[in-house]
């Protein structure tokens, strides 16, 4: 993406709310710490339904575990790299910002 194309006002109002989304992301709330959490409970539940289908034999309740468990996996897993995609592109924007002597 080519930053020196946009205004700087459009830069200016997308750095703020990148910013304020960094900031929130950052505090020490419930939410934030609950959502690292979900990523280690979804590979516990994946690996016990894979250890105990292959010890025991598949069931029903088994698949379900794994499949819970790799979709929490996944879904912890696509939202730490959004997380880490915004972040570099929130440093891209103020490289842009100073380039152009705007001061942050």
Do not use: C
Not at 59 to 71: D, E, P, Q, R, Y
Not at 74 to 95: A, P, V
């Amino acid at each position: 993406m080519d930053l020196t194309d946009w205004t700087e006002a459009d830069l200016i109002s997308l750095r703020e709310k990148l910013h304020l989304w960094r900031v929130q992301r950052q505090a020490p709330t419930w939410g934030n710490r609950f959502w690292g959490i979900f990523g280690y409970v979804g590979v516990f539940a994946f690996l016990t339904g894979l250890l105990d289908a292959f010890f025991g034999g598949i069931s029903g309740l088994n698949a379900l575990l794994m499949l819970l468990g790799a979709l929490a996996s996944f879904s912890w897993y696509k939202g730490d790299k959004q997380r880490k995609k915004n972040i570099s592109f929130l440093e891209k924007l103020d490289r842009e910002l100073a380039r152009r002597g705007h001061k942050t």
